[in-house]
Structure formats: structure tokens, C-alpha cells
């Protein structure tokens, strides 16, 4: 076919420019991404920093698990050590003596990494709040690069359905060998850059996990433990996973002999002693966490409830919604 005039041509440029799109030699591009690319750029500092966030709440949380299992560690070597003292009381005072003072220097080394373990915790849960606020602010920033791409999608989408654009691009396709105007769309020119929009989407794991309400007014989630099922109350103001006797018992939990005493505030103010226990795996929904503290209730405990605590929530940003009933946990895959 003849080719057009470069005063069609130029009349054919405009057309297009106002509606963001530019001939490259044989493409069609887009001229106003440039926003949305930049902001995708400075995705990838905050991702960085988000990296370091997450290594200094890992650091810290692995810290305080390590102090926690000398503790473990210690409680055993007491429990050994009281037996062999046992077996010599009376019958070797020089080996009597040596174990009383082992088992002193035990309990006092255990004194001091109890309070370093509070520390710990302490700093640990400081910094998951640093990480959470990160990982909201990198994933709201996501949300907001979306949108502003699906706007310029949707009003591209508009402008390649008016008349004059099909003509303008009937024009270039003729002179330059552009696509031709029908199988040019808005999807097409923008790949490029939905691909890169979605790579970072892929890096946001978010969930809103239905609750269900009790008449009571108590908000249950299932949770899985191990490999069994369990509906507890969801309770950011617990410390820890509290699990009655009998739950715990249906969990398949078993409690070690040296594990260590707590003592839980319940609702109503009663004190009620409990086991310390570590759960291997805590799931709820797609969010999982490993090593979850937990107590395990005394049987005196009669009618408490098994609840979802700060060992298992903390590990994750979420909010709970009672409005909507649902728990929302969000985080970012920042390994």
C-alpha cells in the first residue's frame, strides 16, 4: 500500500502522544509509565532495607531462642546433677561438695540468663514491631504502584477504542511496520512492565483468615499443631499459646519432666500454674511458625480456653478485625 504523507504522519504522532503512546521503530510504547517505573526502582531500596530489618529481628529472635535452650540445657544438668548428690549424700563429703557447688553454679548461671531471656524477648518483640511497620509500608507501597499501573491500563484501554487512535495506528502500521491496529491492545504495549509489577507482588504473602464469633464474643480461628487441628481463641493480649490439659492431650503434646513451671493469669484473675512446652510447627491458615513457645495449662483449670497468643501472632503483622470478623497477617518474603 502507499505510504502516508509525514504531514499525516505528524498529525498521527500527536494523536498518540496525547494519549501516552509513542512509536518506537516497529513497537508501540507507552510514554506515562515513567512514574510508575520509577517508583518500582525505589521499591527495590526499600526492599533492602527491609532485608536489614529482617536480619536484625532475626538476629534477635535467634539469640533469644539460644539463650532459651542453655536455660533448657541448665534445667536438665540441674535435675542430673541432684540425683548424683543423692547418691553420694553422706557417703563422700569431697564429692558431695564438688555437686553442691556445680549445682549452685548452675542455678545462678540460670538466674542471670532468666533475666537476659526477658531481655531478650523484649528487644525481640521491639524489633518485630520495627519489621511489621516495614513490611505494611513496602506492601502498601506495592498496593499503590498497582493501582496507579491498572488507572493508566484501564484509561489505555479507552483511548484504543476511539476512532482516531485505530487511525493513527492504521497510519504508523502502513509506514513503519507497527502492528497492525486490532491486534494492538493495552495489555500488550503495558506487558512489560505488568511483569515486573507482578514479580514484586509475589513477594507480599497477605491472608484474611474468617473468624468465628461465639456469643460469648470470643473470636475463634482454627490452628494447626503438628499435624492436628485445633479451634482456639485468637488473643493478642496472651504472652503465649495457652493450651488446657485436655487440648494439649489431643494435640499429642507431651510435656517433659525438667519443663518449666509458669504461672498464667487467667481472664477472671485467677493465677493457674502451667508447664513451659516448645511446639515444633504453629499454622494458621498459610502463616507458619516454627518453635512456638507455649504453656500447657494445670488440670485445675476447669472451662479455660485454648488460645492463640503473642508466641504465634508476633511472628507475623496482623490485625485483627472485628468488624469483618477476619485475622489478617501480612508479611514479605525478605530472606
Given amino acids: 500500500g502507499n505510504q502516508y504523507s509525514p504531514a499525516v504522519v505528524a498529525k498521527a504522532d500527536k494523536i498518540l502522544e496525547d494519549i501516552g503512546l509513542r512509536r518506537s ?16 526502582t525505589g521499591l527495590a531500596r526499600e526492599r533492602r532495607q527491609l532485608k536489614l530489618v529482617y536480619k536484625d ?5 535467634d539469640h533469644t531462642a539460644a539463650i532459651r535452650r542453655e536455660i ?10 541432684n540425683l548424683q548428690l543423692a547418691r553420694v549424700a553422706g557417703v563422700d563429703p ?3 561438695n564438688r555437686v553442691v557447688g556445680l549445682i549452685n553454679a548452675g542455678r545462678s548461671r540460670m538466674k542471670i540468663l532468666t533475666t537476659d ?3 531478650a524477648r523484649d528487644i525481640t518483640s521491639q524489633k518485630r514491631g520495627t519489621l511489621s511497620e516495614a513490611e505494611s509500608a513496602y506492601a502498601e507501597t506495592i498496593l499503590a504502584i498497582r493501582k496507579d499501573f491498572d488507572s493508566i491500563r484501564n484509561q489505555l484501554d479507552e483511548s484504543l477504542k476511539q476512532p482516531q487512535t485505530k487511525i493513527a495506528l492504521q497510519v504508523m502500521h502502513r509506514n513503519f511496520q507497527t502492528p497492525a491496529p486490532e491486534v494492538i491492545s493495552a495489555d500488550q504495549i503495558l506487558a512489560p512492565l505488568a511483569k515486573r509489577i507482578e514479580r514484586v507482588e509475589q513477594e507480599v504473602f497477605s491472608e484474611s483468615i474468617p473468624l468465628d464469633v461465639q456469643p460469648n464474643g470470643s473470636l475463634y480461628v482454627d490452628v494447626v499443631v503438628g499435624k492436628k487441628t485445633s479451634r482456639m481463641v485468637v488473643d493478642s493480649g496472651a504472652t503465649l499459646i495457652s493450651l488446657p490439659a485436655t487440648t494439649a492431650q489431643e494435640l499429642g503434646i507431651t510435656i517433659a519432666s525438667d519443663a518449666p513451671d509458669l504461672k498464667l493469669v487467667m481472664a477472671d484473675g485467677r493465677e493457674i500454674p502451667a508447664k513451659g512446652v516448645t511446639l515444633d510447627r504453629v499454622r494458621v491458615g498459610e502463616f507458619e511458625a516454627e518453635d512456638v513457645q507455649a504453656a500447657v495449662l494445670h488440670a485445675s483449670a476447669v472451662g479455660a480456653e485454648p488460645l492463640l497468643g503473642m508466641s504465634f501472632l508476633g511472628n507475623f503483622k496482623f490485625e485483627i478485625n472485628s468488624n469483618d470478623k477476619s485475622l489478617k497477617l501480612l508479611r514479605v518474603a525478605a530472606e
Avoid: C, F, H, M
Avoid at 25 to 40: D, H, M, P, Q
Avoid at 57 to 61: Q, T
Fill in 94 to 96: 569431697s564429692a558431695n
Fill in 57 to 61: 529481628w532475626k538476629n534477635a529472635n
Fill in 117 to 119: 531471656a526477658d531481655r
Fill in 25 to 40: 521503530g516497529k513497537t508501540i510504547a507507552a510514554t506515562n509509565t515513567t512514574e510508575v517505573s520509577r517508583a518500582l
Fill in 72 to 81: 533448657r540445657r541448665l534445667s536438665i544438668q540441674d535435675a542430673d546433677l
